[in-house]
């Protein structure tokens, strides 16, 4: 079996180059060291993905595939999306573009956005997130919003019967960062719960 192990803390592979005093602690350190590059490369590429805020449209990109890949493996055809702030303040519009995208690449998916509030600016007039999500409703029937206007949840996912990913930054704040990262089966509960209340 040729595969590579990532190795356990004070195993050591028999490929691995020791050091050339030898010792027993030098050998545990390299292990150690060798362990957590290799845990650390494994979590990069294949569980979390991490985008700085110069990578906006990279994280956009991927929060895109990341939708649609839930849209098309969900069983039940129901995907909840998740965010706090989802309608307040205004969307990127390269964004706005990859999320109609998905709605319209899967019209037999019904999409529920769980949201806090939807926020008004000063002159009280609707904010512009909803403005747009409003002028595509007519063509999207998949789309229902849900507003928890005193709940307490503050996370961000997306999620279906099949699949989940949490977010670690608001959609309209990219721009600022933003960490994708796998959960089971626990965002779903959550949405299930928060939908048919």
């Not at 362990?35 to 979590?43: E, I, M, S």
């Not at 721009?175 to 959550?190: C, L, Q």
Request: hydrophobic residues 30%; positive net charge.
């Amino acid at each position: 079996n040729n595969k590579k192990l990532i190795p356990v803390t004070g195993w050591v592979n028999h490929q691995m180059t020791v050091k050339s005093d030898n010792s027993q602690q030098s050998i545990i350190s390299q292990a150690k060291q060798e362990r957590n590059q290799r845990l650390l490369g494994y979590l990069q590429k294949k569980i979390n993905f991490t985008f700085e805020g110069n990578q906006n449209k990279e994280a956009q990109l991927h929060f895109y595939k990341q939708l649609s890949k839930i849209s098309q493996e969900s069983e039940n055809k129901i995907v909840y999306l998740s965010d706090p702030y989802f309608l307040c303040g205004k969307l990127d519009e390269n964004l706005y573009q990859l999320l109609f995208r998905t709605f319209m690449e899967n019209p037999n998916v019904s999409y529920r956005i769980l949201t806090h509030k939807i926020l008004k600016n000063q002159n009280d007039k609707v904010i512009p997130t909803l403005k747009v999500i409003r002028s595509f409703e007519p063509r999207l029937s998949n789309i229902q919003i849900k507003q928890f206007p005193n709940n307490p949840y503050h996370d961000r996912w997306m999620c279906s019967d099949s699949a989940e990913t949490g977010f670690s930054n608001s959609l309209n704040n990219f721009k600022r960062g933003v960490i994708f990262y796998p959960t089971a089966n626990f965002f779903y509960k959550i949405s299930e719960n928060l939908w048919n209340q």
